[in-house]
């Protein structure tokens, strides 16, 4: 599975959301390919969505896998402005992380950063954290976390032929609730005994730009080191 992340820079601070983001390139882009892969006829075809925006340290980044990164890659060239209500960005240069995955099983444990808070509670599971107690809301979160990669895996057509494992590392198991969606997220670490490529987007509210993940590790296999440039 290949993804590939372009990280817009642009001329001033973006003081918008990745929801909103989004919501304006289906307005702006309707009837375009790069749209139906968002909330078109190809989008009714997968679970997990091709194409999704997400902001990292204030920079609007939009993300492109199989087969929707060639779309991605022509969309984000021609991308000049981005124009929300009454304001306007101009983009002045583009950094491309192009990275891929089969999924493999690490032999260690990588360490992974949440860029963006994961969703990692929908509101049934919610519901049942609530009762459980610290050690077991931590059991809880790694089974989370583990079935996130196995959803990916067989989403992306591989199937797990080992034990996923992972370790939740987040600042405190107290979930703050999503006022709009209701449901609980997280931010901090884990570790994955599973190959995962730079911002991959796990959990629920994808859509809205949430559970980006970056590997922070140093030491990762060089047959999967991601590719970088910039426009």
Not at 34 to 46: A, M, N, P, Q, T
Not at 105 to 122: A, D, E, I
Request: proline residues 4%; charged residues 25%.
């Amino acid at each position: 599975m290949e993804l590939k992340a372009h990280i817009l820079t642009l001329d001033k601070p973006f003081t918008s959301d990745a929801y909103t983001l989004r919501h304006t390139v289906l307005e702006q882009y309707a009837g375009s390919d790069f749209c139906s892969y968002i909330d078109g006829e190809l989008r009714k075809k997968v679970i997990y969505p091709r194409i999704h925006f997400t902001l990292v340290d204030d920079k609007p980044v939009v993300v492109g896998m199989k087969e929707a990164m060639d779309t991605t890659d022509a969309f984000v060239k021609e991308l000049k402005k981005i124009r929300i209500h009454e304001k306007e960005w101009t983009v002045q240069s583009v950094e491309s992380r192009h990275d891929r995955t089969c999924f493999d099983k690490t032999g260690t444990l990588y360490t992974y950063r949440f860029l963006t808070p994961w969703v990692g509670l929908n509101w049934q599971n919610l519901i049942r954290y609530k009762y459980l107690y610290a050690a077991e809301r931590t059991a809880f979160l790694n089974k989370m976390l583990s079935q996130n990669i196995v959803f990916l895996m067989k989403e992306f057509e591989y199937s797990p032929r080992f034990k996923i494992s992972c370790r939740i590392r987040i600042n405190g198991l107290n979930p703050t609730v999503h006022p709009e969606i209701g449901m609980g997220y997280f931010t901090g670490e884990f570790q994955s005994n599973v190959y995962l490529p730079e911002y991959l987007a796990m959990g629920c509210g994808i859509s809205r730009g949430f559970g980006t993940i970056a590997c922070i590790d140093k030491s990762r296999n060089t047959r999967h080191k991601p590719d970088f440039s910039t426009d």
